[in-house]
């Protein structure tokens, strides 16, 4: 490779790296935020627990990535699992039938899409060379 496919692949590696460092440390402070709100309402709602799991299933990700150097795919299927749930409990009785339908529907769509990822994995695994998960 050359001098500079070198220099730019590890100026691209660095500012990736500084990008998933910014959204670790702003999920932190969003983590901190959403404790303080807890604290200052003293109570704990199930939609503050899903928000607390999404902003773990975030750090999860930024912490394989940095790791791996590769993205799980099921981590953003999960946060979306979890945001659509979240989503569900704060505006169910505010949403009309088809809405509620939709958003249900949309997360079966993406539990369907975990388990057909999983299943891919165990019947059809990578080749040690692709570095695949």
Request: cysteine-free.
């Amino acid at each position: 490779m050359s001098d500079n496919r070198m220099l730019g692949s590890r100026v691209l590696d660095a500012l990736q790296h500084i990008g998933l460092i910014i959204v670790a440390v702003a999920t932190v402070v969003a983590v901190g935020i959403e404790v303080n709100t807890m604290w200052q309402n003293r109570t704990v709602t199930l939609a503050d627990l899903l928000l607390m799991f999404i902003y773990l299933e975030v750090l999860a990700m930024v912490a394989i990535y940095l790791r791996s150097g590769k993205l799980p795919i099921r981590i953003p299927l999960y946060i979306a699992i979890v945001a659509l749930a979240r989503y569900l409990i704060l505006d169910m009785k505010g949403m009309d039938n088809w809405r509620l339908i939709t958003v249900a529907g949309a997360a079966l769509v993406l539990a369907l899409a975990v388990l057909a990822i999983r299943f891919g994995h165990a019947k059809y695994p990578y080749d040690k060379e692709e570095g695949g998960h």
